[in-house]
């Protein structure tokens, strides 16, 4: 692709919707230490449908609270602001990541059921590792994939050569930056970065697919390639890179992660991702 058609690509990612301002103010809480219960009730309360969406959310039994949540006060005392705004992010894309996606073989709702997926199994590994201070693991999880909102209508264009790159066994971000000079991670973080997501969720996506090459924190970006790879090769999920893409042995080492863990992580993966799904998909 001529230098003219990445510029393109990099301009429709400004022709996306924005985030939602609800979710822009929820995001710049997570700034502020001393963000109170009263800041977060006065955004939902200017935005009813979030509201209901928000407590749906924090009444699926993945989210683990014993009693019934009846008002958004009551949420983010049960779920902590962080918990609370992983939801509202949830509600807010949702609609954009249900879409179809042409050029990578994604009906309506798989793009977002594959996200899913990831997003519980970056989770159930992180929880698997105890390891602490990585707060931001659904969300980064959970938009890996946005790049290819964007990206999906140019692939479609170039679907004959990018199919003939990776039929010789090449992953898909290789064919995407052979034929288009960029790939959906890269744009993915392009996104993000637009809708003013913190850094370590914007290099977690960008890097989800070559962790190695990034430099710096690495446990997010090592989870969200895992937890990727691990859905793509196991949830059916018709992705055009479904059969493509080997862990680094390096994130092997890293994560020390036994076979068996790998499987039960699978396991939750089934276990939770109907439900999630259902909960996760608004209109």
């Known amino acids: 692709m001529t230098p003219k058609g990445i510029q393109q690509i990099f301009a429709t990612v400004t022709e996306l919707p924005s985030m939602p301002a609800s979710g822009l103010r929820m995001l710049k809480l997570l700034e502020n230490p001393e963000a109170c219960v009263d800041e977060i009730e006065d955004i939902l309360r200017q935005d009813p449908g979030l509201t209901a969406n928000i407590l749906k959310l924090a009444n699926s039994a993945y989210f683990g609270i014993p009693t019934r949540v009846g008002s958004p006060r009551q949420a983010v005392i049960l779920l902590g602001l962080r918990r609370l705004v992983q939801l509202v992010i949830a509600s807010c894309v949702s609609?954009?990541?249900?879409?179809?996606v042409p050029g990578y073989d994604l009906t309506a709702g798989d793009l977002w059921r594959h996200s899913i997926a990831v997003?519980?199994?970056?989770?159930?590994?992180?929880?698997n590792k105890r390891v602490g201070g990585v707060e931001d693991i659904f969300t980064a999880a959970l938009l890996h994939d946005a790049g290819k909102i964007v990206l999906g209508r140019f692939v479609q264009e170039e679907l004959p050569d990018i199919k003939r790159i990776t039929a010789g066994g090449a992953p898909l971000v290789l064919a995407e930056n052979m034929v288009l000079g960029t790939d959906h991670a890269q744009i993915g973080a392009k996104i993000l970065e637009a809708w003013a997501f913190p850094i370590?969720?914007?290099?977690a996506v960008r890097w989800?697919?070559?962790?190695?090459?990034a430099d710096g924190s690495q446990i997010l970006i090592d989870i969200v390639h895992l937890a990727d790879?691990?859905?793509?090769?196991?949830a059916g999920v018709g992705h055009l890179d479904a059969a493509h893409g080997e862990?680094?042995?390096?994130?092997?080492?890293?994560l020390g992660?036994?076979?068996?863990q790998l499987e039960a992580v699978m396991g939750k993966v089934a276990d939770w991702v109907d439900e999630?799904?259902?909960?996760?998909t608004f209109n």
Do not use: T
């Open 257 to 260: 992660i036994a076979e068996n």
């Open 208 to 213: 989800h697919h070559d962790p190695e090459a």
């Open 119 to 127: 997003a519980i199994a970056a989770e159930a590994l992180l929880k």
């Open 200 to 203: 370590d969720v914007v290099r």
């Open 229 to 234: 790879l691990m859905c793509r090769k196991n």
């Open 95 to 100: 609609a954009i990541m249900g879409r179809p």
């Open 276 to 280: 999630l799904s259902e909960v996760l």
């Open 247 to 254: 862990l680094s042995p390096a994130v092997v080492s890293r």
